[in-house]
């Protein structure tokens, strides 16, 4: 089991439904989505400061960054991930 570490973030009023909202057109919890945005945020910053690091220009490229983010935070979570059961018909 991995070890999940909680922290606390405020806003304001209008910064959280603004999130709220956000998260709610893609059906994904308000933490969900801060988690995959600080993530995002996370993968930008060490994409800077590597050289000969992919350059995301578009807005395509953060979308699939976006993607690769969200199947990440997926498996790390175990969610969506179908457990293998060993066969017992041998």
Same mark, same amino acid.
């Given at each position: 089991?991995?070890?999940?570490? *909680? +922290?606390?973030?405020?806003? $304001?009023?209008?910064?959280? =439904?603004? &999130? /709220?909202?956000? *998260?709610?057109? @893609?059906?994904?919890? =308000? /933490? @969900?989505?801060?988690? #995959? *945005? !600080?993530? &995002?945020? !996370?993968?930008?910053? #060490?994409?800077?400061? @590597?050289?000969? *690091?992919? +350059? %995301?220009? +578009? !807005?395509?490229?953060l %979308? $699939? %960054?976006?993607? #690769?983010?969200?199947?990440?935070?997926?498996? #790390? /979570?175990?969610?969506? &991930? +179908?457990?293998?059961?060993? /066969?017992?018909?041998?």
């Open positions: 089991m991995l070890a999940l570490h *909680a +922290t606390t973030i405020r806003f $304001a009023d209008r910064s959280y =439904i603004a &999130i /709220s909202r956000a *998260a709610d057109s @893609q059906g994904i919890s =308000i /933490s @969900q989505y801060v988690r #995959e *945005a !600080a993530l &995002i945020r !996370a993968v930008l910053d #060490e994409l800077e400061n @590597q050289p000969g *690091a992919p +350059t %995301l220009t +578009t !807005a395509h490229d %979308l $699939a %960054l976006a993607r #690769e983010v969200r199947r990440l935070a997926d498996v #790390e /979570s175990g969610a969506g &991930i +179908t457990p293998v059961v060993p /066969s017992l018909d041998a």
